[in-house]
């Protein structure tokens, strides 16, 4: 056997192929980039020649690097460069925070951020009475963590011209105080009222924050994501531009959006944008819908009524216009990706994939469907019958302020006994992807991992698992989050796995992570990562 460049030794190495098998060490030839050899401890000798790099992985693990298939990177990344309250976890460290930046930034026209959550509010509305109280002269958006609310302050909404009289835009709601005037939280596509007079954000803002992106989820073991709105040309020329001088290291599969506010002819633009935008470890192959909002909101479509009301939530298309988009994004070649929360909205994206693949013909399109907070039983072998992928969001399957006090109360005991059904997904023979939907929320997989085999919140290790039966177990996890996410990233032929002549996409794990005595996964750290057998992060202690 030639020597190889690189051999990771005495560890557990999870290869994630399906029979779940583990083996002792892994070789990798750098120049190429790809996996020369898996196998035993004592066969790795073979693979050692002088000028061969050895880490004894002392009882470690190595996993594929995970892939993300649902997640907002680049939208992350600049709002990590502006005012971000996601450590903000109380009405009073919003404001403080806001205060803060608001008076470093004297010179800023807007003052714009994002990351509230809405369980810091009372009834998870923010009034734009507090954010006046800290930002009282200039205009005033904070998009929340989930992104399908916004608060606004009162220069902002004079700007934009809200008033007693603004009607509700279709798809969206305005918050409203009892006599009618806006309270200053704006829902879904209500936002844009405000948002629309933002300034846009330039190229150079984009790229920096694909970068910031790009550091944060190789430092959590991360090697490929699925971009889930780029929305437009700048993004797009700002992930390019990143790509042409080389400094891509992600492996990033890019969905355009579909513009609910538009009509067919958008299909043609979409297919020209897909076509200038592949580049390096840049693929543009998916377009992205949304067929619902969120359950706490009560813009989730379902099937029946939220409990006491008469409210079906909100289809962001009704089922004809999502057929027609979905039919027609089919026949153009894209792998359509669309958000679904509600059992009405899964229902309507099953049927819309359904008609287009009797329209169109079956082809290995890979339509998925994301987050699948409640699929009606009927649908859950629809799955399996048509090809399309769960790409669920792990972290959410616990019982948290947004399940607890926000959802359960308004669906009802029934549906509440059926949340993020993934065991039930899987036992009827459909195929899993994990999306962490950052900046929704975390996109560090271990904890993900955690949610996904416990239903437990890890910062709640105590609190009762949510629905348990449809937890997962660890291998099957894991394996998720690399194969089962490389499969909706059409990547699974090159990473997802270690195996011989695929590419070197690497994680070490500070421990044995399948040895029961090693505690919950979401404990474990990331040492390093490697993409194609050159390291994007090291862990200072490795001495790598
Ligand atoms: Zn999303």
Avoid at 41 to 62: F, H, M, Y
Avoid at 415 to 425: D, I, K
Avoid at 450 to 461: G, K, L, N, W
Wanted: proline share 6%; with cysteine; glycine share 10%.
């Amino acid at each position: 056997m030639t020597p190889a460049d690189l051999v990771l030794r005495g560890g557990t190495v999870f290869v994630a192929d399906p029979a779940l098998s583990v083996a002792e060490a892994v070789a990798v030839a750098v120049p190429d980039g790809r996996i020369a050899w898996v196998g035993s401890a004592q066969d790795a000798g073979d693979s050692i020649g002088p000028a061969t790099r050895v880490l004894e992985l002392e009882g470690r693990t190595v996993v594929p690097g995970f892939q993300d298939a649902h997640c907002h990177p680049a939208e992350g990344g600049v709002e990590l460069t502006r005012c971000a309250l996601y450590e903000c976890h109380s009405r009073e460290a919003c404001l403080e925070e806001i205060a803060r930046y608001a008076a470093a930034k004297p010179d800023l026209e807007w003052v714009d951020g994002s990351g509230w959550s809405i369980d810091s509010f009372e009834q998870g509305t923010p009034s734009s009475a507090d954010l006046d109280a800290v930002v009282p002269d200039r205009p005033a958006y904070f998009l929340n963590r989930d992104g399908h609310g916004a608060w606004v302050n009162t220069r902002a909404l004079e700007l934009a011209g809200v008033t007693r009289e603004t009607p509700d835009p279709s798809g969206g709601r305005i918050e409203r105080l009892a006599d009618g005037e806006p309270q200053g939280t704006l829902h879904e596509a209500a936002m844009n009222l405000v948002a629309d007079l933002l300034p846009p954000i330039t190229p150079e803002e984009w790229e920096a924050g694909i970068l910031r992106a790009q550091e944060t989820f190789h430092r959590l073991g991360i090697t490929a994501w699925q971009d889930a709105r780029i929305d437009g040309l700048t993004q797009l020329a700002a992930y390019r531009a990143v790509a042409e001088r080389g400094e891509l290291t992600m492996r990033v599969e890019g969905n355009l959006l579909w513009d609910r506010s538009r009509g067919e002819e958008q299909v043609e633009e979409l297919v020209e944008l897909r076509g200038a935008g592949s580049l390096g470890r840049l693929r543009i192959r998916g377009a992205k819908i949304f067929a619902d909002g969120v359950l706490e909101n009560f813009t989730g479509a379902l099937l029946e009524p939220y409990v006491g009301t008469d409210n079906y939530g909100i289809s962001m298309l009704d089922a004809e216009e999502l057929e027609r988009a979905v039919v027609l994004l089919d026949a153009h070649g894209f792998q359509v990706h669309v958000h679904t929360i509600g059992d009405r909205a899964v229902r309507d994206a099953l049927d819309a994939i359904g008609t287009a693949g009797r329209a169109n013909g079956t082809r290995d399109a890979r339509h998925h469907l994301a987050h699948l907070q409640l699929v009606h039983p009927d649908d859950i072998p629809r799955f399996a019958e048509l090809g399309v992928l769960a790409n669920v969001s792990p972290y959410w399957a616990c019982h948290d302020g947004y399940v607890d006090d926000l959802t359960e109360p308004f669906i009802g005991p029934e549906r509440s006994a059926r949340m993020y059904p993934f065991g039930s997904l899987l036992r009827a023979g459909a195929r899993l992807a994990f999306g962490s939907d950052w900046t929704v929320s975390t996109c560090d997989p271990l904890p993900q991992l955690e949610v996904a085999v416990t239903r437990i919140a890890p910062d709640s290790r105590d609190a009762r698992p949510l629905l348990p039966e449809e937890g997962l177990d660890l291998p099957t996890a894991l394996r998720t989050f690399t194969a089962g996410s490389a499969y909706a990233n059409f990547l699974e032929a090159e990473t997802g796995s270690i195996e011989p002549a695929k590419l070197a996409d690497l994680v070490v794990l500070d421990r044995d992570v399948l040895d029961p005595g090693a505690g919950p996964i979401g404990d474990a750290r990331v040492l390093l990562t490697l993409v194609e057998g050159e390291a994007v992060y090291a862990d200072p202690g490795l001495g790598w």
